[in-house]
């Protein structure tokens, strides 16, 4: 491998934490559905004067045919010290955030989230309709990375 294209940065996981659970038991006739829908809602924020990533993820799973129920959603908030993060190109606004790291971040807090629903749900349907596999590009914003320190 070429050391030369490293990144100037390394990163660690400082916290992750669950903010929010619920489980509501679905109707009886949906007791025996393996499948369901996922909602979710992702976003960050940045502290560039602490080198600090903060993300938060809401994951609500819906089932049913014709008349669709939430049984179980989880919100999630996951901090990241990235050091190097000051050294980035910034305009005092905008970051420019490597895609490659912004994609790793995305995809470790997405699979924690993903353990911890797991974790919360089980004994009950949601635990085996566990969130799918996604591409982390696919949770990723469509706008440019703003600092908020």
């Known amino acids: 491998m070429d050391n030369s294209k490293q990144l100037p940065f390394t990163f660690r996981l400082l916290s992750f934490r669950t903010l929010n659970f619920r489980y509501t038991e679905p109707k009886p006739e949906y007791n025996r559905l393996r499948k369901g829908d996922y909602k979710f809602r992702f976003g960050f924020r940045i502290d560039l004067a602490q080198e600090k990533i903060f993300f938060r993820m809401i994951a609500d799973l819906w089932i049913g045919k014709t008349e669709k129920q939430s049984i179980a959603l989880i919100e999630t908030e996951s901090v990241f010290k990235v050091i190097g993060l000051k050294k980035l190109p910034s305009d005092g606004e905008n970051i420019g955030l490597p895609e490659g790291l ?34 982390p590009a696919d949770l990723m914003p469509k706008k440019p990375v703003k600092n908020s320190s």
Do not use: D, N
């Not at 995305?106 to 085996?128: D, F, M, N, P, W």
């Open 102 to 135: 912004l994609l790793t971040l995305v995809s470790v807090h997405y699979s924690t989230t993903r353990g911890a629903l797991i974790e919360k749900s089980a004994g009950t349907i949601a635990e085996k309709i566990p969130m799918p596999l996604q591409k």
